[in-house]
T-cell receptor, first 111, second 115 residues
Framework: RKEVEQDPGPFNVPEGATVAFNCTYS??????FFWYRQDCRKEPKLLMS???SGNEDGRFTAQLNRASQYISLLIRDSKLSDSATYLC????????????FGSGTRLQVQP | EAEVAQSPRYKITEKSQAVAFWCDPI?????LYWYRQILGQGPELLVQ????????DSQLPKDRFSAERLKGVDSTLKIQPAELGDSAMYLC?????????????FGPGTRLTVL
């Protein structure tokens, strides 16, 4: 079983739609949580950190459920420019703070 | 805005040849990471440095891969000999110490093709 699991998609949605991505992680010692965005053949870029209280950044809302070891990302009013792969990422406690990535969920927003 | 620099951006080589990738992290970032990303998968850590010291190289195939960060600034990742299965994107990332140490910034990557 992978340490971070995501639905690979693709999710094909029309412009203006609301889309939700889910992610589960297996390491209960995971300390920090993120969503990264990766455009085709480009490097991953931090989209947002995820906090237990939930957090929102414009059209993007991220939530964390530590008890269920579950992370979500909601995108409202999808834009064509949102088309990308969204990577769920966790970081473990301690000195080794390397990130563990899911395989990503691909989103394609269509006109 | 400060960026992580990597070179070359693309590398094509034949199997059994040696290849080397270079990374220059954001100035002041003490932690440097090398990741490998195979098409369709997320990046996987190869090696992590704190300053010039290796913190984690448990996933680095040490029979053919080596990494160094001699002065605690830029870093080199080497593969010798390259194998077909090494074809992937090699990503370098860096992060600072302190409260935001988990936020990693990635370079543009080196796309390696082994023929």
């Amino acid at each position: 079983r992978k340490e971070v699991e995501q639905d690979p998609g693709p999710f094909n949605v029309p412009e203006g739609a609301t889309v939700a991505f889910n992610c589960t992680y297996s390491n209960s010692a995971s300390q920090s949580f993120f969503w990264y965005r990766q455009d085709c053949r480009k490097e991953p870029k931090l989209l947002m950190s995820v906090y237990s209280s939930g957090n929102e950044d414009g059209r993007f809302t991220a939530q964390l459920n530590r008890a269920s070891q579950y992370i979500s990302l909601l995108i409202r009013d999808s834009k064509l420019s949102d088309s990308a792969t969204y990577l769920c990422v966790v970081s473990s406690r301690g000195g080794r703070r390397a990130l563990t990535f899911g395989s990503g969920t691909r989103l394609q927003v269509q006109p | 805005e400060a960026e992580v620099a990597q070179s070359p951006r693309y590398k094509i080589t034949e199997k059994s040849q040696a290849v080397a990738f270079w990374c220059d992290p954001i100035s002041g970032h003490a932690t440097l990471y090398w990741y490998r990303q195979i098409l369709g998968q997320g990046p996987e850590l190869l090696v992590q440095f704190q300053d010039e010291s290796v913190v984690d190289d448990s996933q680095l195939p040490k029979d053919r891969f080596s990494a160094e960060r001699l002065k605690g600034v830029d870093s080199t990742l080497k593969i010798q000999p390259a194998e077909l299965g090494d074809s992937a994107m090699y990503l370098c990332a860096s992060s600072q110490v302190g409260p935001r140490r988990d936020e990693q910034f990635f370079g543009p990557g080196t796309r390696l093709t082994v023929l």
